[in-house]
């Protein structure tokens, strides 16, 4: 074949490169999405399941046991995909490819700004009516007087040690965040992979420097915060492992490469279970220590974008339903959000030992929150969540 | 018996080439249409698309990217410190594994293509053919669960009273190291194979010792290869998320890209545009050395 | 090459060296796959075949591996046709722009995976506004699997001389003639080594997947990545992955044999062919 200078391959590359132009400005024009704060009307009816339902969840929260029961009951199979931060869950619901999520306090504000939620219907879902009343209307689950989803269950994290390894039995977090003492650990703390964390920080300042004047460990002015993120920085010399998925902390401790760190009850059963000598701050100390801790208050939340909104609303239903759920409170280890399921418990002291009903004991756990630059004071310099998220690459260095 | 010349039939197959036969510039415009339209306009298009996300912004509660221009993105990666450590952290380790990698393939692909008999070659290939079959992720669990506490390598060192790397940037250069090393082995085979047999032998008969052979003459003719295979394992290492997760707790770029891109992607995508200038620097660099004429 | 005796114990010695670096991780595998306790500890308690026989029972892995199989499949195909014609022009042909090609083509592989796949899954979603599903999965292996496919058969052409397409055409044969009968023979085993190869990559890609993949589908990496930490689920991982192994040498074998048979046209030298090699590895 001749080989010839092909001048015209020059007006091909022309088309091309007028084709790559034409993406760009798709790209710079793209349709904002349908963000109006609020993403639509609730339901007014509720109609026949649509056969399938996308969940995302924290792990734990959607079993076989009680979703066999959801699927027979309803027609509608469960997808279900586990999220490990609510990072990670903001993002998914934004893809739009799921009809629900168990938003976290750090999640469902943010979601409702993007307006990827939409306002749920509460008269839809009879099992509202019990569900204990320090869970209705929050800020973390009610925007401006509408509601946008159905409370799950709420929970402290847990400080959790080898106790085979570890000893005395801790009672405080200075075990992992005072320098001295987490020394004697290095290399062997497992910390919570999520900027959150930073609130444990603060709250631990709180209780021990006081004169810093934290009240709320989310709202956090530029002194406050950058000693929270000192304090962090001077922990990572010691610190085993960031996890970021349950089952990740589950090995690293059953594997023995760390020996004590900040879970959940999820990973402190499944640990038990498997027989690793395994202890967390018992009951009679409120499951905290003497700090007090994060925590979080879960909200199921429908997407505005959900392809399967009818079967979205029968699983809200479901989920709070007594049955099934003080079967997930009683898997993942959490205080129940339906006040009837205490009376289907197996263990009959479990809704005591986890305070579900003790609004009093709630007021020492800092759920999860977004921080924002309003600082609810009338002040407008705290830190928001794109400074924390920020900070937190820096912490971890 | 004359045989006359015949002429072929017009089928519309010979019409339609008809069409391409002598014009080379509609046969190239053909031939490059589609794979033109996947690569440049899809591919590279996305990295433009990229480019210009890197520009843009991201409100702190919705996460709505806002499509103003701001330089608010480079600004961070430029006067917060903790990512010039990343990024070094990063290229470093990716060198070093591209050095480690180089040390151990040479001999194993000298062994291959100068030493080995005929069968021998043959095993050795399927040899170092197979492992790139076996999956990368059970590769990297292999390695971690070698590296922990209770794992095989403190295993065997505890008797004698060492104690294994543990998890950490050592662990990241080990298991990178390891899961690259065919892409070095099989180039720089190649490239010893092509140095001709007779130019060492000429070589050993003009006096010099085997290590003179091959200082000036095997190591200079197979550096390309080297550089060939180097390109592989400098780029699969710089931009490694899965490894350093698993067996690490250090940030490299991959990692922060990952992290950044749930919540702030047009941060991500300024994260993005620094392996990608890292590697077309890279690329210019090898292509001068030759490696880029090696077939 | 003349070595003294020592130089061949000590090169001896660094082959076995890095053989073994190779494989000792993957036969530590192996023996997990059969260990009877969940916990990883060494030297695992006792041996059982239990994991296997699960692996072959769960229906997610089964799933996932049918979807990697068609996945790496329609990529293959794609890259096969749109490789073949790229590196046809680029071999053949002069034309304004061509080195840049050369460069250009290299950078799906060149460039870091998570770099592809950030781009590829921007572009789908925020540009194009279609959702990620396993066809997005596809364009992106199909993306790198083009280029591999590419390197093979330029390679390969480039070695062959184009005055037997002349030659052809001298002769009367038209375009599609003179493909078949010439052109195509001498690419044949390159093209189905360069698909070997890119269908491996695309079976065992897990970064730019986790980027294009849609809600509801797992590739068989992805289903891994899923499994690995559950102390349930890893031993029936590592049965997987040794089934994979196993079943792996039958293609590994067969690209063996294409790289060392010679192209038709080309009558190259023997010694193990290293330039085929060389087609294997896709290097650019």
Known sequence: MRRKDAHPARLAWLVVGGLVAFMLVLAGCGSSSDSTSGGGDELQKLGKGEGQLNLISWAGYVEPEWVKPFEAETGCKVNNKTGGTSDEMVQLMGTGEYDGVSASGNASARLVAAGDVSPVNVDLVPNYKTIFSDLKDQPYNTFDGVHYGIPHGRGANLLMWNSDDVSPAPDSWDVMLDPKVAAKYKGRISVYDESSYIADAAMYLKFHQPDLGIENPYELNDEQFEAAVDLLKEQRANVGEYWAEAAKQISAFANGDVQVGTTWQYQYFALQGEGEPVAASPASQGFLPKEGATGWSDTWMLSSKAKHPNCMYMWMNYIVSPKANAEVAEFFGEAPAQSLACDQTADKEFCTKYHADNPGFWKRVYYWETPLADCGNGEENCKDYNDWVKAWTAIKG | MATEAVAPKRSAGRKLAGLFQGRPRLQVGALLAAPGAWLVVLYLGSLAVLLITAFWTVDPLSGEVIKGFSLENFDALVNEPVYRTIVWRTVRTAALVTLTDAVIAFPIAFYMAKVASRRGKGILIVAVLMPLWSSYLVKILSWRTMLSEDGVINWALNPIGLHGPGYGLTAVWLVLSYLWLPYMILPIYAGLERIPNSLISASEDLGASPFTTFRRVIFPLAFPAVVAGS??????????????RLVSNSQFIGNTIASSITNDLPFAAALALIPIVVMIVYLSVARKLGAFEHV | MRLSRRAQALLRLAVGVGLAFIYIPLIVIGIYAFNSSKILKWPPPGLTTEWFTKAFESDSAREALLTSLEAGAVATAIAILL????????????????????????????LPGIVTGVALSNTFTQVLGISLSLFTVIVGHATFCIVVVYNNVVARLRRTSGSFEEASADLGAHTWQ???????????????????????????????????????????????????????????????????????????????????????????????????????????
């Not at chain 3, 080594?193 to 897990?206: H, M, T, V, Y």
């Not at chain 3, 029936?236 to 038709?264: M, Q, T």
């Open chain 3, 83 to 110: 490789g073949s014609l790229a590196s046809l022009a680029v071999a053949r042909h002069r034309f304004f722009g061509r080195e840049t090609i050369s460069f250009l083509v290299v950078l799906p592989i060149a």
């Open chain 2, 231 to 244: 390109i592989f394992t400098f780029s699969l290492s710089l931009g490694d998320y899965i490894t350093p």
């Open chain 3, 178 to 284: 003179t493909f078949r009968f010439v052109t195509f023979p001498s690419m044949k085993t390159a093209l189905a080594a360069g698909a070997l190869l890119a269908f491996a990559l695309s079976f065992d890609e897990i970064i730019v997947t986790t980027f294009t993949i849609g809600a509801g589908e797992e590739t068989l990496p992805i289903w891994i990545y899923r499994n690995l930490f559950r102390p349930n689920q890893l031993p029936i991982v590592d049965a997987v992955a040794v089934i994979v192994i196993v079943i792996s040498i039958i293609p590994v074998y067969i690209a063996h044999r294409l790289s060392s048979e010679e192209g038709g046209v080309t009558g190259g030298k023997g010694g193990g062919g290293a330039a085929e090699v060389a087609e294997v590895t896709a290097v650019p």
